[in-house]
């Protein structure tokens, strides 16, 4: 069984540029969670999208955006991008999600790097 | 705003001996706990979780132990071993609510075995 796949693994960008990220989850789960890594602030969550619907937010500012499609895929947005948007974006995939998280599997994460 | 931190950023242990990796919580109300492994270059693994109606659970060589009266969560690794070493992760459950369903993680512990 495939593990969760994010694309592109590494990705350099300049300040006020936009990038969008993608994530293919594990067959069959319906929720995908992303989450902001870095060394200051450690792992933080964006959102939760069940069913093509955004379920739940973090306190992140609205240049941070997402949607997810029919068959599970999810992508991320960050547009008008910052130095401190620079991290490693990790998205993660459970059957349900929801108030019992239950087990996320996490992909790799894609490393941003704005310049 | 809620947290959850870890007493000790560093642990080093001596290979073969039991390690105790410690996690404190803010929210009273949360009622699931996920302890995560990430190697270097690799996202978050799942390693044991525990509800709030549970004070202990064991998996292999690995124990959790929840202690709800001082919002304290801990992670016991028996005879650790050189590949045990990795960034460890205790993350809560916000209730369902305005900010419900969603992984709160601690900064992290990183956990260097010496052979």
């Known amino acids: 069984k495939a593990g969760v796949t994010q694309t592109p693994r590494y990705l350099i960008k300049t300040r006020g540029q936009q990038v969008t990220l993608s994530c293919s989850p594990i067959s069959g789960h319906r929720s995908v969670s992303w989450y902001q890594q870095t060394p200051g602030q450690g792992l933080q969550f964006l959102f939760e999208y069940f069913s093509e619907t955004q379920r739940n937010k973090g306190n992140f500012p609205g240049r941070f955006s997402g949607r997810q499609f029919s068959n599970s895929r999810s992508e991320m947005n960050v547009s008008t991008l910052e130095l401190g948007d620079s991290a490693l974006y990790l998205c993660?995939?459970?059957?349900?999600?929801?108030?019992?998280?239950?087990?996320?599997?996490f992909g790799e994460g894609s490393r941003l790097t704005v310049l | 705003g809620e947290s959850v931190g870890l007493h000790l950023p560093t642990l080093s242990v001596q290979e073969g001996d039991n390690s105790i990796i410690n996690c404190a919580y803010s929210?009273?109300?949360?009622?699931?706990f996920i302890w995560y492994k990430q190697e270097s270059g690799k996202g978050p693994q799942f390693i044991i979780d525990?509800?709030?109606?549970?004070d202990k659970r064991q998996g292999q060589r690995v124990t959790v132990l929840l202690n709800k009266t001082v919002k304290h969560l801990s992670l016991q690794i028996a005879a650790t071993q050189p590949g045990d070493s990795a960034v460890y992760f205790c993350?809560?459950?916000?209730?369902?609510?305005?900010?419900?369903?969603?992984?709160?993680f601690g900064q992290g512990t990183e956990l260097s075995v010496k052979p």
């Open positions: 929210n009273s109300a949360s009622d699931y």
């Open positions: 993660a995939s459970s059957l349900e999600g929801g108030a019992y998280t239950g087990e996320l599997f």
């Open positions: 993350a809560e459950n916000a209730p369902w609510g305005n900010q419900g369903g969603k992984l709160i």
């Open positions: 525990i509800r709030s109606n549970m």
